[in-house]
């Protein structure tokens, strides 16, 4: 072997040590972020599940809240169903005794105004089972007309109730 033919065997062979040795470096270096790629990875799902599980009991508890809030609601509306059962009823029941004329609906007269034209007179008779101040009966179609505003009325306030429990219930 000539002098050439060995520093031409020397720089083939010193040519694939380099390159054996710079892929070794790649394989190395790939292997370093081939591993912190797999912990950014784990890391990133690590996040991304306590956030999903963050999400999850965040909703359950608006479910538990909202929850709560409709048994409130029904229990209210049960209430004031009730209420207006109950009120619808009494004003029935008014009615009915004033038609069957069992009830009159009297007023109180003033005895100081006597310029009004009331002929009522201002002293009790003594014959009469009413004592007191003196009293006008109403016709009962005007007391009919008087138990149905009164009845509206107390529809008006049951259901100015509901709403304001309502809103309170709203509001905690």
Do not use: F
């Not at 538990?64 to 409709?70: D, N, V, W």
């Amino acid at each position: 072997m000539t002098p050439v033919q060995k520093l031409l065997g020397m720089l083939v062979l010193a040519g694939l040590l380099i390159a054996a040795g710079a892929g070794g470096a790649w394989r190395v270096q790939d292997w370093r972020y081939g591993k912190q790629l797999a912990d950014l990875a784990r890391q990133h799902q690590d996040d991304l599940s306590a956030i999903s599980n963050a999400a999850s009991a965040q909703q359950q508890a608006e479910q538990a809240k909202r929850l709560t809030l409709e048994q409130r609601l029904a229990t209210a509306d049960q209430s004031h169903h009730q209420e207006l059962t109950n009120a619808q009823k009494d004003q029935a029941r008014l009615r009915d005794r004033l038609a069957t004329a069992d009830l009159r609906l009297s007023v109180l007269v003033d005895a100081a105004n006597a310029a009004g034209g009331c002929t009522v007179p201002a002293a009790p008779v003594t014959g009469g089972l009413v004592h007191g101040a003196p009293r006008a009966r109403l016709d009962p179609a005007h007391a009919q007309r008087i138990i149905g505003i009164t009845d509206d009325g107390d529809r008006g306030l049951i259901a100015l109730q509901a709403c304001q429990a309502y809103v309170r219930a709203l509001q905690k």
